[in-house]
């Protein structure tokens, strides 16, 4: 019997909120250090090694993984003051985040592909609808009885993160009538203008000549074709990614959009649970939200507007990480306040 009650105060005490906090910041400082020494590439050429590349999907799916563990947690506890659903749609987020992490990985690690639109997706879009769905089930279990100048914060943060969302995902031409991006420099305008360009007579063609043009400049188009390095992807895998290619700005745009509205209930709820037991829970599901915003909008950024100079494990990527262990350390101190408060009703009713 001693042996036994040992083992599961050993077990409570290794799962208590305490423990997984610290594991959770531990993991989050271990990822910031290792983002910061090695996300520096070697050289334009080379970039950033494989093993670099392996260990922030580790960091980064291991956060989500363990997000989701202590989600459903929750989610089989019947004493979640925010209901046991709102914890089944985050768990299942970070769930299929994770899956979605898997995937991408295997895609760009393994097949060596950069594809637009790829089956992670599928789940990354899951991730999203699941975190609203949850999070929606939040507000509308707690009436939102904000004040004037709450709303008025709520209203400025949608407006900042709209405003960061349009000038992520504009088109050159929106940008440049809202004054988000230079103008075409002249030298580009002097070159396209055929009005600028001296008229001449045409030279008579010699047949023979011009075959001859046309046969090297066909072997100039074919050459880069043949150029192409070799995959690993197989035939199945190429041919899917020429078939999602055409949806990559509509996903994209879903990301985005979807981003800004998490932003927004993520505030409203911070601001709903404001200065109540369990505002530190939903202070970290906030400051998560936050932490995805920043995230996406970075990747959408460095992979839309830099231009093509953008590498998987930059810098800013970190804050996903950040995201998964803000969603469970929120999740682990909601699981704790719950729990203590039903101990405290038991002992009064008992004394």
Known sequence: MSSTSEKSSTSASLLSAQTLVIVGIIWAVMALLFFLLFSVPLSPEEGLPL??????????????????LVCFRNWQSPHMVSGRNVWLGIGLGMLFYFIGGVLFGIWELYFELNPDVSPADAFYLGSYVLLI????????????????????????????????????????????????????????????????QPTASAPALDSSKSKTKGAAAAAAVEAPEEAVEPTKAPAWVVALDKI?????????????????????IATALLLAFWGGRFSQSWRM??????????????????????????????????????????????????????????????SRRAA
């Open 51 to 68: 093993w670099y590349s392996i260990g922030t999907y580790v960091f980064e799916c291991g956060a989500y993984l363990g997000a989701a």
């Open 133 to 196: 769905g949850g999070m929606v089930a939040a507000v509308t279990s707690k009436r939102l009885n904000l004040e004037i100048w709450q709303w008025g914060l709520l209203a400025g943060i949608a407006a900042f993160g709209i405003a960061v969302a349009i000038w992520v995902a504009a088109p050159d031409s929106w940008r440049a009538q809202l004054g988000m991006a230079p103008p075409p420099s002249l030298e580009i305008l002097t070159e396209t203008d055929p009005a600028t």
């Open 244 to 264: 999602l290619s055409p949806y990559a700005y509509a996903i994209n745009l879903f990301y985005i959009v979807g981003d800004v509205f998490l932003l927004i």
């Open 285 to 346: 599901i906030a400051a998560a939200t936050f932490s995805l915003y920043v995230a996406d909008m970075y990747f959408k950024w460095r992979d839309t507007q830099a231009e093509g100079s953008y590498q998987s494990g930059s810098l800013l990527e970190v804050f996903f990480v950040f995201s998964a262990i803000l969603f469970g350390i929120g999740a682990i101190l909601e699981h704790d306040i719950s729990t203590r408060s039903r101990q405290s009703r038991r």
